[in-house]
């Protein structure tokens, strides 16, 4: 059985976010931002993940693998995102957990965190060009509350 199989299978109640999650995107709503999906996985598999676990009032918009952009590492649908709720690159922080999050991320333009959660570090260039690398979601509400205290609310350049 294929990997994405196997986790359309899964309940989704067993597939509860990554601890510190739903901190981070309500600390971006509660300071005015908005939070954004772009994700290989279709809707059939996002939907009920948002659902289950009261999600879908966090996020504004989303970009599955079902609709008509290139997979990630092209930017095509981080920017398609940007565009259509007007944002500026500079301002955009995308959170992912592979090097080809962070690759879109820098090819659009936008500032790019990793995270790794329980893996080992160093197991490809991605932190080399992550403008942060984070084990645990709450490093980066702690980067947040800094950043947007030094850099005026601007992401990029961090």
């Not at 996985?41 to 079902?66: N, Q």
Request: net charge negative; proline share 6%.
């Amino acid at each position: 059985m294929r990997f994405a199989e196997a986790y359309a299978l899964m309940d989704p109640v067993e597939q509860p976010p990554f601890p510190g999650a739903v901190d981070v995107c309500r600390w971006v709503c509660d300071h005015g931002g908005a939070n954004f999906i772009v994700t290989h996985r279709s809707w059939s598999l996002l939907e009920p993940l948002l659902k289950a676990h009261h999600l879908e009032e966090l996020f504004v918009d989303w970009i599955t693998g079902d609709d008509p952009y290139p997979r990630k590492p092209d930017p095509g649908a981080l920017l398609a995102m940007a565009i259509r709720h007007r944002l500026p690159l500079a301002r955009c922080l995308v959170i992912g957990d592979r090097e080809l999050d962070v690759v879109a991320a820098r090819r659009a333009g936008m500032a790019a965190c990793l995270f790794r959660g329980n893996r080992s570090q160093g197991e490809d260039d991605a932190e080399q060009i992550a403008d942060l690398t984070i084990s645990h979601y709450h490093e980066l509400l702690t980067w947040l509350e800094e950043h947007t205290r030094t850099k005026s609310r601007a992401f990029g350049g961090a």
